[in-house]
């Protein structure tokens, strides 16, 4: 079954203290990206991940870090927690550019969601 | 201005009502338009593509214009499983922030 897997699905964890979450797709995308929800804001894009060992900073980037050492994996990184950090968090996987349709299509594939608390 | 904006709504409709969205978008150099749902607190989920042509599938049709750069979803005979938040996306990256629609029977 194609698929976006993240784990933890809800993590409750202190200020200060180092996490990952992970991401992992099925689907041979060469485009992953991390997203933020938060109530009222939308999602908000974190990291972006065009292929392998190519990252590039969202909106939000500040306080994460993410790597793409393996086309299916996507870890994001928090080295030390804040409570600001305190979100749902997406991690999503998407098609390339599409010739055939003369425009670029990234359709995306989201993962089931990271509820993340930081007290 | 923001670059991707949505009505946040919410939009109140009885079922069977048709009903409506717009997504405004302020890069004219965007290539690609998409509409997707979202239900409480899940994973959004790919409703359509949305085509210079436009697009229709089903009771839905979506809408370009690059003139007025804005996108359109139109729902027609509403459902009650209708009822969730809708986000469009431009360039495949930049989302708005969600309308969000209920359906009443």
């Known amino acids: 079954e194609a698929q976006v897997t993240q784990n933890p699905r809800y993590l409750i964890t202190v200020t200060g203290k180092k996490l990952t979450v992970t991401c992992s797709q099925n689907?041979?995308?060469?485009?992953m990206s991390w997203y933020r929800q938060d109530p009222g804001l939308g999602l908000r894009q974190i990291y972006y991940?065009?292929?392998?060992?190519?990252?590039d900073k969202g909106d939000v980037p500040e306080g994460y870090k993410v790597s793409r050492k393996e086309k299916r994996n996507f870890p994001l990184i928090l080295e030390s927690p804040s409570p600001n950090q305190t979100s749902l968090y997406f991690c999503?996987?998407?098609?390339?550019?599409?010739?055939?349709?003369?425009?670029?299509?990234?359709?995306?594939?989201f993962g089931p969601g990271t509820r993340l608390t930081v007290t | 201005r923001k670059e991707v904006e949505q009505d946040p709504g919410p939009f109140n409709v009885p079922e069977g009502a048709t009903v409506a969205f717009n997504c405004t978008y302020s890069?004219?150099?965007?290539?690609?338009f998409f509409w997707y749902r979202q239900d409480c607190r899940k994973e959004p989920k790919l409703l359509m593509s949305?085509?210079?042509s436009g697009n229709e599938d089903g009771r839905f049709t979506a809408q370009l214009n690059r003139a007025s750069q804005y996108i359109s979803l139109l729902i027609r005979d509403s459902k009650l499983s209708d009822s969730a938040t809708y986000l469009c996306?431009?360039?495949?990256?930049?989302f708005g922030a969600g309308t969000r629609l209920t359906v009443k029977p």
């Open positions: 999503a996987s998407g098609s390339n550019w599409d010739r055939d349709l003369r425009q670029g299509v990234y359709e995306q594939y």
């Open positions: 689907m041979n995308h060469e485009y």
């Open positions: 991940s065009m292929n392998v060992e190519v990252t």
């Open positions: 890069n004219s150099a965007s290539q690609s």
């Open positions: 949305v085509y210079s």
């Open positions: 996306v431009v360039n495949g990256m930049r």
